[in-house]
């Protein structure tokens, strides 16, 4: 393949991503209100639509991974050379292209990104109130429970039931 057939792909794949990523956003927002609203249902339908753009990311990735290196390769560009220094040595439009896209895919990764990593703040943070709350109830559960052996030893209780809406 050309260079310049090579810089069209990689700027398609690019926009392919980004699209992808978009909709992996979308699903996040989505099941970052489903656990603040704790609409258990509606986030196993989401986790399941999660899934399969997953699985297309991963595939769009690799293509495009694939064909960033043949570019470089094609340009001898260096292993250590960025993005920018590949984008560089890309004729007109095919460069513009290429930059607008990469500029675009980072974008909605950062977006992506922020959004997980609400969720994950918001989970971490439930999770800790809840072991709080439950060591303050239940205080002979609180820290390590050791046997005559010196060997971490289960604590024996009831089981406890908790409503889904706690």
């Not at 792909?9 to 699209?19: D, F, G, R, S």
């Not at 896209?101 to 109130?129: H, N, S, W």
């Not at 429970?145 to 060997?151: N, V």
Request: net charge neutral.
């Amino acid at each position: 393949m050309s260079i310049d057939t090579l810089s069209v792909k990689l700027a398609n794949l690019m926009n392919e991503e980004t699209i992808l990523l978009d909709s992996i956003s979308s699903e996040e927002e989505k099941l970052q209100k489903a656990l603040r609203d704790n609409l258990w249902e509606d986030m196993e339908v989401i986790i399941n639509t999660l899934s399969p753009l997953s699985a297309k990311m991963e595939k769009v990735e690799d293509a495009r991974n694939s064909t960033y290196l043949k570019l470089k390769s094609k340009l001898n560009k260096n292993d250590d050379d960025g993005f920018y220094a590949v984008a560089m040595h890309m004729k007109g439009q095919n460069r513009e292209d290429c930059l607008g896209g990469y500029r675009k895919m980072k974008i909605a990764l950062l977006r992506m990104q922020g959004i997980t990593a609400g969720i994950d703040q918001y989970v971490r943070t439930v999770g800790e109130t809840s072991k709080a709350v439950l060591e303050e109830v239940f205080p002979h559960r609180k820290g390590r429970i050791y046997s005559s052996r010196g060997c971490e030893k289960p604590v024996q209780s009831d089981p406890m039931i908790l409503n889904r809406h706690l």
